[in-house]
Structure formats: C-alpha cells, structure tokens
C-alpha cells in the first residue's frame, strides 16, 4: 500500500511531518503538519538566444517518473521551435528542502551533452513554487549549459480547444461518473476536467458558434468531405502550421454512414494535408438515440466518452488495441471491444474515466511533433510504448478456431495511378452459426490489410478517417453464410500506397468478437508500368495528394480540393474513351448525386442541391463500361447507382429512378454471386423501388 505521506504521493500538496520539536508522542503533542508545494509541472526560462520548456514530472497525480521539453530559437520578437528532448526513468532524491533530479535525455537533434540535474527548491504552500535550474553534461561529466526556469503552470500543456454546434443540439456539459456503475473514483466530468486530470489545460476559445442546418431538411447528413470543408471555413483558429489548438464540431444531424443498423457516433476527420489533427465531430443525437434518449445517465456517459476519445486522436493517440492493449480501460478504447474480451458491462463496471499510463506519457512527454495538432501526421510516432509495435497481420495462423474465414481478393493487374479497391469477404465456417460484428470496412479499424511493396517495406493500410461507431451485429448461418466489402486501399493516412511499378503482397485481418484476429491468405497484385503517353497523362493526373483525397471520398466540393476536381475534370475531357476515366465519372458521378453543404464565414449553411441529369450522365457511364467488364467492381457499382436513383427519386423523376435501378439488377443477376448476396442486394434494390 502506498505512504499518502511519501513524495510519490498522488496529491498536489505534499504532507511532511515536522516532528524535531513539537512531536513528542509520550506528552501526547500532536505532530505540526506542514503543507509543501509539489514541483510537478511546466517550467520555462532562456538563455543565449534560446527557451526553453521544462515539463517535470515526478509527484502530483499519477506521476510518470519523466521529464520532457521543447528548445526555441530567439531572435528578436521572433520565437521558432528548435527541437525536444525526454528522458528514461529519472534518479530523484529529496530533501527537507530541496529536490534533486537526474536523468539522461534522447533528443530529436545530435548533442553530446544528454545528462542533466535538476535542483528545486522546495516552498510552502502559502508561498510560490521555486524556479528549476537545469545543468546539462556529456557522458564523461562535462558541464554544458545552466538553464533557470521559473515555475508556469501545473499542467504540462495548454491547449486552446473550440466548440462549435448544430442548431437543433448543444454542447455536452457535466457527467457523474457515479451515476452508473464504474471504476475509480465518482466524481463530476466534462471535456476540460477529464483533460485537466491527465494533466492537460484546455482552454475554450470565445469563438463557439451555433451552425445552422435548416436548410439542409429534416434528413440531413454529413459527409467525411462536408465536415472538413466546414472547419476550414468555421474553425477561427484553423492553421496550415502546428499549433496547440483543436476544433470539435458537436452533430445534430447524422453522419452519412449512419444507415440501418450502422450508427456512427464520432470521427476524426483531420487526416490529410501538411497539418493534421485539427477537427472532429461528435453526432449527438445517434448516441443519444442509441443509449436511452436524451438526458439519460448511459447516453450522458457516451457523450463525454466521445468528446474526450475523438480528442484523443486530434494529441495523435491511437486506439488501445492498435497499440496492442486491448484490454486497456483507456479513454482510447471501445467498450463494446473490451466486453467481448470480458464480460458484458465490465469495461464500464472498471473503466476508472482516464487514459492509460502510456497515453499520459505520449500527450505529456512525447516529442513536440509527435503530439502537437498540425505536427506529425496522423498514426505516425502515435503514442506507443516502449518496445510497442503495431498488431502484426502478417503472421501465418498456426490453428483457426473462430468458426470464421476470412478472404481479401482483387483483379490481378492495374495501371499506374488506377484506384486499387479490393473486396473483403467473412465466411461462416460452423455450422451451428455465428454472430459477428458486420463492419468489415477497413473505416471501422476491425479489419486491417498489410502492403508489401516491391521494395520490400511492410506498411498497414491506415484509412483516412477514425470511424467510432457502435458494433452492428449480423447472425451468420447456414442460410447467410457471408458478408462481403469492397473497399478502396489506394490512398490513406500515409499518402498512396501503390505508386509504383511492381509486384504487391496484401494479407487482411479481421478482428471476431471474441477479440482472436485471423487473417486471410496472401494476395498478390501487380501494378503495370504506364506504355503510352495516354496512360502516363492519366497516372500523372491521378496521383495528387487532392485526387487521393477525392477518391477516398468520392467527391467533395471543398474548395481546398480544387486541384485534384481540375485534374478530374482534365481526365473526363481529353481521355474520356480510356477505360481509367471511369474513375473520374465515379467520384463527379456520386458528387453529383448528393447535396453538399459548406459552413460559410457568416455561420450559414449553403446547400448545393443535387444535379440529376449530370449524376445520370456520369453514373451512366460508369455502369455502361462496368457492364463491358471495364469498370468497377459490383459493389462499388452497387453503391453509385442507388446514389444515382436516390437522386432521381429526390429530383421527383421515378421513372429515371426505377430504370437505373432495374439496370443495376440486370447486372447484379450476371455477376456469379452467391444466392444470399444477390438476394440481399435485391431485397435492398426493392425497397428503394417501392419508396
């Protein structure tokens, strides 16, 4: 059991028990007590043209045993960053009146000297916290320079955080974490506190708005590229540079991925681009759809739960089981993933409402870069631990209990610069029957895919967006025996993934509900070397950060994507007849399809309503070249011509409506696929008919 009276203690004030004079027990004279500032915290000071930050960390709450921080270059009125250091485990001894620290550093720049001492006063409460003074020195003892850093703040970062909202929802405010059952202890949360407790200042900016969607109409969605287009244009504080400030849009309408049993509560939608991490959204209503109704203690909870996890990713921390901590009761986690590895409530009957020991030393004591918004890309230097790798997939399966199989197939060759989209197929291998969660879609973080590139490099397909959504459990038997997912890998967190010539090697992972993972066979593809100036052209004019972007999200009006629509556009006009142009007319076709909302300056909505004749025009021609066996695949194909009926159906023309839909049966019906596929697109087909 720990001492509450050791220097380790898990309080902000240290106690310390003056006992030379007034403590003699045997004449019954009560101890003094004497209340001591901690040194924990943030500390800053210059010397020579540079600043430095000092993060300490050795007593307060959950101490880490660490420290870290940031050199700035001075010049003039002009402060630019340098670089960051942290150290391993610390030495620390303390004394009546001081505390003495010494470490060695890692540094993100080349120095001989990586040693340091750190002596600290030790004050009173009723007095201010000393300043530290910091003296560096190779590894022969040499002494380099002596830094004094005053004492800033107890916490070891400060972040500017803004809140905007839907009209029609509000800003999620407090949580009493007893109100159900827990872990840790009860006590009143909200986004600022549950931050404030990792030892994490978020300050809220006075820019929070209401955003107005009326006009939108009672069945309005977002789309992942109406969400990044609304922070570039609403985020008052949005920057192409790295800065610690983040942006949290708080949903009323749902997002677009938000269909039938799929209920998508949060996201972050920040992934590409020089400066990421910067905006996520929370869908309000779903959650509280979902959990109870409004008010209610579980939605109450959830909602806290996805303002602080989405946030999360905006400091770069990964999902507990990317990590390989599954069975962490971390902020980072999903409660649903923890049951299955337990028992049903036991991730809320445990979960103590904060980030595990090694989230706490990636958004205190990771390197700048590595945690700071706009800094690192997206999952790269994501808050690992030491000696940490990401789950490996690509490890041969020994034996294969679950009851399932999985398969990752794809055509066989493709250009240089054509969208690599493979299909994902979960097959039933008991008979008795078996529940699994049905969003197979690389989005969803169940399944993952390993890319072995010509080079030999190993890299995992990270999708653009994290999708946190509630499971959709699907009953696989004898009758459904399958699931299938196509699904677009060419472009993700780490840019294109198939740039190159060569011959590639994929394996897929599907994480089953009881938290084993299994994998599929390998798969190899080979991506062609262009043998025209046609197929050159067209390469070139696909392969741009913007027109990655756009295939991931099949269109987007944002104009920070303009670029890679001219470049679309360029495609469609001069190389129409080549069969790589289908790609084109897919993402302007299922744009075109749909309304696209833009948060303006002045806190409007504006709507681009739908555009029926050119989404039947492109779409068209999309199933025209698909139907000569030139074009997508079935579901892909699938999914662009309900977007096409729903669009006619909106336009009031069921005549266009039912005729795409009656083409997209006839091609269905030529595919080969097996009875209870064609059977469920049917079933899906006929109900948009009938609407």
């Known amino acids: 059991m720990s001492d509450p009276l050791s220097p380790n203690s898990s309080h902000y004030q240290e106690l310390i028990l003056i006992t030379e004079e007034a403590s003699d027990l045997e004449t019954n004279t009560l101890p003094i007590i004497i209340l001591k500032n901690s040194v924990s915290g943030r500390y800053r000071g210059s010397l020579s043209g540079y600043e430095i930050e000092l993060r300490i960390d050795i007593d307060g709450v959950r101490p880490c045993n660490l420290i870290s921080g940031d050199f700035y270059r001075l010049s003039g009125s002009v402060k630019t960053y340098f670089g960051s250091f942290k150290s391993g485990p610390l030495t620390v001894t303390w004394g009546t009146s001081t505390v003495t620290i010494r470490g060695t550093l890692s540094t993100t720049w080349g120095t001989p000297y990586n040693v340091v001492t750190i002596t600290i006063p030790r004050t009173l409460i009723l007095y201010p916290r000393a300043a530290a003074t910091l003296t560096f020195y190779n590894s022969t003892g040499g002494q380099g320079a002596t830094y004094v850093a005053a004492f800033e703040s107890i916490y070891f970062r400060t972040i500017r955080l803004e809140e905007d909202y839907e009209v029609g929802t509000s800003l999620f405010g407090n949580y009493n974490t007893g109100s159900l059952p827990h872990g840790g202890t009860a006590r009143t949360l909200n986004v600022v506190s549950a931050y404030a407790e990792a030892g994490i200042q978020m300050l809220l900016t006075t820019g929070t708005d209401a955003v107005p969607t009326a006009d939108a109409g009672s069945n309005a969605i977002w789309t992942n590229a109406e969400l990044e287009t609304a922070m570039h244009h609403h985020f008052s504080i949005v920057s192409d540079t790295p800065q610690w400030q983040t942006w949290l849009l708080a949903c009323k309408s749902k997002h677009e991925l938000t269909t039938g049993g799929s209920t998508l509560f949060g996201i972050m939608f920040d992934y590409t681009g020089t400066s990421q991490r910067q905006g996520c959204a929370v869908f309000q209503t779903q959650i509280n759809s979902y959990y109870g109704g409004a008010g209610s203690n579980d939605a109450n909870r959830h909602t806290l739960y996805c303002y602080v996890h989405e946030l999360g990713h905006s400091f770069n921390l990964l ?171 060419g472009y993700g967190k780490d840019g294109f993934y198939f740039d190159q010539p060569g011959t590639y090697l994929l394996k897929a992972g599907y994480h089953t509900p009881e938290g084993a993972l299994i994998s599929s066979s390998d798969l190899t ?167």
């Open 319 to 489: 999902h507990s089981w990317d990590k390989g901590r599954p069975d962490s009761l971390s902020w980072m986690n999903y409660d649903w993933k923890y049951d299955q590895r337990h028992s049903s409530g036991s991730f809320w009957a445990n979960f103590a409402f904060q980030f595990d020991n090694l989230e706490l030393v990636h958004i205190r004591h990771d390197y700048r870069n590595s945690v700071i918004m706009g800094g690192d890309n997206w999952a790269t230097n994501a808050g690992f631990g030491t000696g940490e790798e990401r789950l490996d997939i690509t490890q041969p399966i020994i034996e294969n209990r679950s009851g399932l199989a999985l398969d990752l197939s794809a055509k066989a060759t493709f250009a240089l610069g054509e969208p690599v989209v493979v299909k994902l197929r979960l097959q039933l291998r008991d008979l008795n029957g078996k529940t699994v969660n049905a969003k197979l879609h690389p989005n969803f973080d169940l399944t993952k895919i390993a890319i072995k590139k010509p080079s030999g490099e190993v890299v995992t397909y990270e999708p653009l967006a994290e999708h946190l959504a509630g499971p959709q459990w699907l009953n696989l038997s004898e009758a459904n025996p399958s699931i299938s997912e196509s699904a677009y890998i």
């Open 525 to 691: 593809i080979r991506v062609k070397f262009p043998v025209s100036a046609q197929e050159q052209a067209i390469a070139e004019l696909y392969l741009g950060d913007e027109q990655g972007k756009l295939f991931y999200l099949l269109g987007s009006d944002g104009k920070h994507l303009q670029k890679g629509n001219d470049a679309f556009d360029t495609v469609l006009e001069k190389y129409g007849d080549d069969p790589l142009s289908v790609y084109a007319a897919l993402v302007h076709g299922v744009n075109a399809a749909r309304d696209f909302k833009q948060v303006t300056a002045d806190n409007q909505v504006s709507i681009r309503k739908h555009n029926a004749k050119l989404a039947n025009k492109l779409i068209g021609k999309v199933f025209q070249m698909s139907n000569e066996g030139n074009g997508v695949d079935h579901i892909t194909l699938n999914y662009a011509m309900c977007k096409a009926a729903e669009c006619h159906h909106k336009s009031g023309d069921k005549i266009a409506a039912t005729k795409t839909l009656e083409d997209l049966k006839g091609f269905l019906d030529k595919q080969h696929l097996e009875k209870h596929e064609l059977k469920k697109a049917h079933a899906k087909i006929d109900t948009l008919l009938h609407d």
